[in-house]
């Protein structure tokens, strides 16, 4: 299902604000969670290392080999300076949930799908399709986002129908800094980076809901700040 998130947002927000409410909306009966075992991994778990010094795990699901953690760069890979957000202005949610980045930070000059942007010598930003083949690889996008995200209630709020953490891979409710100036969505939910930009005016995204065991397409506002996960080459 897609998500027409940069068409909505304004509305959204203007609602949000005034009554307070989240852009993640609890369905009124969550999905039960998918009782199905998962054989996910192949090959070797190992790490990478950025340029700030940064260690990452990382892991093999099917034939892709994925970050098992945000990246925490301030620096891109040529050496310069790159902007980014902590939730709150809060460097602690940074060390917890990785930094946030715009379209334009992320891919740090770079245009369309397979750029490096400020990921890791040997690594990339993933285009829509590549999480779209991890989602499948996970049993399709009505279980995938309970397996994506870190296990238990630590982070995700209460009402998550048993995250899992199958996957290894350990998504956090990182929430978002939004084009309004506003943090929003910590512990609710998350928005996935791709390198997909089909128009200037929004980027592609896939978002994870913390009351819901799947995960659907959106388009996002390129000004929005949001986490980021390397695949590598």
Same mark, same amino acid.
């Given at each position: ?20 409410? &989240?852009?993640?909306?609890? !369905?009124?009966?969550?999905?039960? +969670? =998918?009782?199905?075992?998962? *054989?996910?991994?192949?090959? %070797? ?69 397979? &750029?490096?942007?400020?990921? !890791?010598?040997?690594?990339?930003? +993933? =285009?829509?399709?590549?999480? *779209?083949?991890?989602?499948? %690889? ?96």
């Amino acid at each position: 299902m897609r998500s027409t998130i940069h068409y909505l947002i304004p509305l959204v927000l203007i609602i949000a604000l005034a009554s307070g409410c &989240s852009i993640f909306e609890s !369905p009124s009966q969550p999905e039960e +969670p =998918s009782t199905q075992p998962a *054989e996910l991994i192949r090959g %070797e778990t190992g790490a990478v290392t950025d340029i700030d010094g940064n260690s990452y795990p990382t892991l093999q699901i099917g034939e892709q080999v994925w970050m098992g953690a945000n990246l925490m760069a301030i620096h891109g890979p040529d050496g310069e300076s790159i902007d980014y957000f902590c939730y709150n202005e809060d460097e602690s949610n940074c060390q917890i949930y990785g930094r946030l980045y715009t379209l334009e930070a992320a891919l740090n000059g770079e245009s369309g799908e397979g &750029s490096q942007g400020i990921c !890791p010598d040997g690594w990339h930003i +993933p =285009s829509m399709g590549e999480w *779209e083949i991890l989602i499948n %690889e996970l049993g399709g996008s009505a279980v995938a986002g309970r397996k994506l995200k870190e296990a238990g209630d630590e982070h995700w709020i209460s009402a998550s129908p048993g995250a899992g953490g199958e996957s290894g891979m350990d998504i956090l409710p990182s929430g978002w800094f939004d084009f309004t100036m506003e943090y929003r969505g910590l512990g609710e939910g998350c928005f996935l980076r791709s390198s997909s930009a089909p128009d200037p005016s929004y980027a592609s995204i896939w978002m994870l809901e913390s009351a819901s065991a799947g995960i659907d397409q959106g388009d996002l506002h390129p000004d929005d700040a949001i986490p980021l996960r390397c695949i590598k080459d």
